[in-house]
């Protein structure tokens, strides 16, 4: 089984497709207007973006979270959580033993909340 698609609100489709192809990097690959439905493909895994969606916490894998941020800052983009170290991977568990993995928190152009992470080695 593999996780096919999530849905995050987006109560303005052209400004919330505006923000996401900047963070992401990506366009969107579909709309459908009406309803109202935008779609990314993140690596396999669609990201919809629905006026009718309730929020949703994603979390991004980027290469660096804490300078990801500093470019969404740059931008104007609302931090809410600094990117910190939140777990040092000593079994290996979600990867090489060792690997620090830090994490941070932005608000989108609709308020919801969006985490960011990277792993980094020891």
Not at 64 to 86: C, M, N, Q, S, Y
Request: charged share 25%.
């Amino acid at each position: 089984m593999k996780l096919l698609q999530v849905a995050q609100h987006a109560e303005d489709l052209d400004r919330a497709s505006a923000f996401y192809e900047s963070v992401l990097g990506a366009r969107p690959v579909a709309r459908f207007d009406p309803p109202g439905l935008l779609f990314f493909d993140l690596g396999g895994v669609r990201l919809l973006l629905d006026r009718g969606a309730p929020s949703a916490l994603l979390y991004l894998r980027v290469d660096d979270a804490p300078a990801f941020l500093d470019r969404l800052r740059a931008e104007g983009v609302t931090i809410h959580t600094e990117a910190t170290l939140i777990h040092t991977d000593d079994e290996g568990v979600f990867g090489p033993p060792g690997a620090r993995e830090w994490m941070g928190f932005f608000r989108d152009t609709e308020g919801n909340l969006v985490g960011c992470a990277s792993r980094h080695p020891a």
